[in-house]
């Protein structure tokens, strides 16, 4: 059976009247005034209609807010009744839905687009956020036109952390802000005319969702993936909570600026680490990409090397610090060994009596610092260097014997390897700078490897390759590699250790098993308990109970002592075990418990929605199998690179876990990747000033002068922010004009100004509310100028100009069909089915490689052959186009062809796609551009075959080179045969 939907007919009367379009008509997001809700108890849209009429009362929003963005609403063509209409049609005729798995025909290709999971925040949209979503709209429609079964759904990643601090500010309950903001980005995405199909909307918030998740959660915990451990928190005294990684800023709590340090609690945590090997290996088949996969590979960190145990000097029971190394090949060239601040021996048998104060301290100093500053990825702490103190402790070399001391650092991470490492500065560039800066008389220098051909003698330190070495200074304990090759060196030296006693070979992971929890309400309740007989027993909760919801509270504050905010719920917190639970944990039954009162992170709602848009209202599976077996993978898999490691990993690791229990039968769940680049805001223009004088001076002074001070407490320099009016470009930048207003006496000119694209943010008041843009220039306009900007993936800088350049053209194919005679049942000539085809061409390939700009670009050169028609204009050819045009301009698109139709067509969105006949496409003339003195005058269809005086002769007799040629002589004539004719003349 088709997926198309049965559509209602359309009368002739129901499209624009030529006549009647200067109407002013609302737009933004109240435009379409279906009520389309998420209530508490239920992910499903539900759609009632009102009528949609020409103008409100309710218009002043909109139309004050798209005049406050500087102009106001465009009468280049109809676009407001257009857009309104067509929004209803699709809503009424639920032209988007796909059927259930019972009604699609499974023998046809299918297509799954996929826009990452939106979190609904209060500030609604930017037009940053419909970028991707116009391109998943486009291959969606470009889709269904070519016959696949399509599925192209819309949810929300709902739980998180602003909506619970905005409770706690205000008092609202999150589900209440929540709901709020969901409504908000709906009725904005429906306002631009996305394709999705409502009847899927979902959100992890819903209970009908989430009870999934609980599930997934349950069948972690059963393949022992799930587990507890006392593991380092992000801890604010001052606000008396737990922090999310997210809210520390340079150690700092994002509100408030209060201090925040590392506290051990106990936490769920996830087995991510057993499914290392299987993230890495089949990145490899996947279409993403290569810097994606790349930023996962290095966050997986997979690195094969050696464990080697150092011996306690101190101790008499053979105890023994263990240390990962990948390489072992300079083991003879360890001087030092460093523990991590968080090391378990550190305090108990590392520090001496006489270093604890000083170790005490620099361990609470460590605990203020994130992983990212302790490790050097700040700017600020990798300017520092490294830094560590002196335990007091001392270990034995394993080979050698020789008595080595024990540092603490905070470099040194308690979650990777063994959280201990040894210390080689002649051989690493950390160990080196730590050697000079802490180490000082205790730690030597010691050179054990050396490029081949050389010596010793001749190695710059630190010398870190490690391919293309010798082995040197390396013998001891029964072992020598000197002279061996640095991969013979590393297995000698590790069969070696393994032979002793003292290592062996291990692979190891920066990849951290993943921390599951959050001491906080607004998110997912963990569907287990503790018998109050045996609080360290876990107790889970049976399927048959799920889900578990989070109770009604009006508190939402943190507890104050670490414990999250759902402890104070005592009603809720305490239970009883139930029958369903008692006997598979081994209690018993009815007697008192109290459940978990930490919550799932944001993250997990979102690993695996995927899989609920494609079978939404099953009660009785998660995912039905043969819906997933058709549906899944998902085929097209479009958001921004922030998410490349943690969403992506995340969701990868969860599809591993449900491939492995059968549920899913592929092993990766996004097929196809595709990053779109950012949004820049529009071009800033900035000179500075100098305070003393008054004058403009040269940007690279200017912005030294601004952090220098005048010698009154002020800045020697200042900005001044310009408009495009006083400026303009020569060349590659731009100047002060000569007649702008800004331009002081005595002023010496030019005057280079500064002009940058920032990201857009609210500090720099550069937003740009896509609703303006809908209300002045149309959704057509809005999506076709985001995808004509530039390649999807590039980073781009809005320019609002840009958009009144795609809406003018979109004003030409509208007028295409103005006019008593503007189209008719005639046969098109040779050259309108070669214009067309050309334009069918590009367009069908460019959509098939998402190279959107190049698409929209070849349907502009065809409607500027078509403009030059004699009417009537063929209305084959120009329904035809309609077509190409649908997937980008879907309103005018539709309207379009409900006119060339006589007005009792249903949608195009399942009509056939065009296809192009290459031999209409040949010729045997090729477009020459003329230039004159470099500067292209004309275009002119010419020979295959002409020769260069005949090209020439065409071009002179052009009445615009005439204009630029006349009285002049012709000095020289650039000619490539089928490329390009230049004619040079005199000045």
Not at 498 to 520: H, I, K, M, P
Request: some cysteine; overall charge negative; proline content about 6%.
């Amino acid at each position: 059976m088709s997926i198309k939907n049965a559509s209602s007919r359309m009368n002739r009367s129901s499209c624009v009247p030529m006549s009647r379009w200067r109407i002013p008509v609302r737009f933004g997001s109240s435009r379409f005034q279906g009520n389309l809700q998420l209530n508490s108890t239920t992910s499903r849209a539900t759609t009632t209609e009102t009528t949609s009429q020409p103008e409100t009362s309710s218009d002043a929003s909109s139309s004050s807010a798209a005049a406050a963005n500087g102009g106001g609403q465009s009468q280049a063509y109809p676009f407001g009744f257009v857009e309104s209409k067509w929004q209803k049609y699709w809503a009424q005729n639920k032209t988007f839905r796909t059927p259930d798995i019972t009604k699609v025909d499974t023998s046809k290709p299918k297509h799954y687009v996929l826009d990452m999971f939106p979190y609904p925040s209060g500030a609604g949209l930017h037009v940053g956020h419909p970028e991707g979503y116009t391109a998943t709209d486009i291959t969606s429609r470009f889709y269904r036109m070519r016959g696949y079964n399509v599925m192209h759904p819309m949810g929300w990643d709902a739980f998180g952390l602003p909506a619970e601090q905005y409770a706690i500010q205000t008092g609202t309950h999150p589900a209440v802000t929540t709901a709020k903001n969901v409504e908000r980005f709906r009725d904005q995405l429906q306002s631009l005319g996305f394709s999705y199909d409502w009847e899927r909307e979902l959100a992890t918030t819903d209970a009908k969702y989430f009870k999934w998740t609980q599930w997934i959660f349950l069948q972690l915990l059963e393949k022992g993936l799930a587990y507890r451990a006392e593991v380092p928190v992000n801890w604010c005294p001052a606000l008396g909570t737990v922090l999310a990684n997210e809210e520390v800023i340079d150690g700092l709590s994002e509100r408030g600026g209060h201090p925040v340090v590392k506290k051990p609690m106990m936490q769920w945590m996830l087995r991510i680490t057993e499914y290392a090997d299987r993230l890495l290996e089949d990145l490899d088949e996947l279409d993403w990409p290569e810097g994606v996969k790349e930023m996962q590979r290095n966050w997986i960190g997979r690195s094969e090397g050696a464990s080697v145990s150092f011996p306690l000097s101190s101790s008499d029971d053979d105890e023994r610090l263990t240390v990962f190394t990948t390489r072992p090949d300079t083991l003879f060239g360890v001087t030092f060994v460093c523990v991590a601040p968080e090391h378990p021996w550190l305090m108990d048998k590392l520090v001496t009596e006489a270093e604890r104060e000083a170790v005490e301290a620099y361990v609470e100093a460590a605990s203020r610092k994130s992983d990212r500053e302790r490790t050097g990825g700040d700017s600020s702490a990798a300017a520092a260097g490294p830094s560590g103190v002196f335990t007091g402790a001392y270990v034995e070399h394993p080979t050698t014997g020789e008595s080595l001391p024990v540092f603490c650092a905070d470099y040194v991470l308690g979650g990777y390897g063994e959280g201990a490492v040894m210390g080689v500065p002649a051989h690493d560039e950390r160990d080196f700078e730590f050697q000079k800066k802490v180490g000082g008389d205790r730690v030597g220098v010691r050179v054990v490897v050396h490029p081949k051909g050389s010596s010793v003698e001749d190695v710059e330190l630190p010398f870190c390759d490690k391919d293309g070495i010798v082995a040197a200074n390396s013998s001891g304990g029964g072992l020598d590699i000197n002279g061996m090759a640095g991969g013979k060196a590393r297995k000698a030296v590790t069969e070696h250790l393994a032979e002793n006693g003292f290592g062996e070979a291990r692979v190891n992971y920066r990849l951290r098993d993943w921390l599951f929890a959050r001491q906080r309400y607004w998110g997912e309740p963990f569907p287990v308990m503790y018998p109050l007989s045996d609080p360290s027993k876990v107790v889970p909760v049976s399927v048959d109970d799920l889900p578990i919801t989070l109770p009604e509270t009006e508190t939402f504050q943190p507890t104050g002592d670490g414990k999250p905010p759902l402890s104070a719920c005592e009603e809720w917190v305490r239970t009883t075990v139930p029958e369903s639970s008692a006997a598979a944990a081994g209690v018993t039954a009815g007697e008192p418990a109290e459940r978990e009162t930490s919550t799932m992170p944001q993250w997990a709602g979102s690993c695996w929605y995927y899989l609920r848009f494609a079978d939404p209202s099953n009660d009785r599976l998660m995912i039905d199998p043969e819906v997933e077996k058709y549906w899944l993978p998902v085929d097209l898999y479009v958001g921004g690179t922030e998410h490349a490691t943690l969403h992506l990993l995340y969701a990868r690791f969860w599809h591993k876990v449900l491939y492995d229990l059968g549920v899913v039968s592929t092993k990766e769940p996004f097929r196809k990747l595709v990053n779109q680049g950012m949004i820049l805001g529009e071009v800033e223009f900035t000179g500075y000033v100098d305070t003393a004088s008054g004058m403009f001076v040269d940007p690279n002074v200017g912005e030294q002068m601004l952090t220098e001070e005048d010698g009154a407490g002020g800045a020697r320099g200042r900005e001044m922010k310009l408009s495009e009016d006083d400026v303009e470009k020569k060349g590659d930048g731009y100047y002060l004009r000569d007649d702008s207003p800004h331009v002081p006496e005595g002023q010496s000119m030019p005057v280079k100004i500064s002009a940058r694209a920032h990201k857009m943010s609210k500090s720099r008041g550069n937003v740009i509310n896509p609703d303006d843009v809908v209300f002045q220039y149309g959704a057509d306009s809005l999506r076709l100028y985001e995808m004509f900007m530039g390649p999807l993936r590039d980073t781009k800088v809005w320019s609002t100009s840009g958009v009144e350049g795609v809406h003018r053209f979109l004003a030409r194919a509208w007028r295409l069909m103005e006019g008593d005679e503007a189209f008719g049942d005639v046969e098109p000539t040779e050259e309108q089915l070669r214009s067309l085809h050309i334009c069918i061409k590009k367009v069908t390939e460019m959509t098939e490689g998402m190279a959107y700009n190049t698409a929209i670009s070849a349907m502009m050169e065809f409607v500027n052959d078509a403009t030059k028609w004699e009417q009537p204009r063929p209305k084959s050819v120009l329904h035809t186009f309609s077509l190409l045009l649908s997937p980008y301009a879907p309103h005018i698109a539709e309207e379009m062809a409900c006119r060339l139709r006589g007005g009792d067509e249903a949608s195009i969105a399942y009509e056939e796609w065009p296809a192009y006949d290459e031999s209409l496409i040949e010729t045997n003339e090729v477009l020459y551009p003329v230039q004159v003195n470099g500067k292209v005058r004309a275009k002119l269809m010419l020979s295959k075959d002409i020769t260069e005086d005949e090209a020439v002769a065409s071009a002179m007799a052009d009445e615009n080179v005439q204009k630029f040629t006349d009285g002049k002589e012709v000095k020289k004539v650039i000619f490539r045969s089928g490329k390009i004719l230049n004619i040079v003349v005199s000045k």
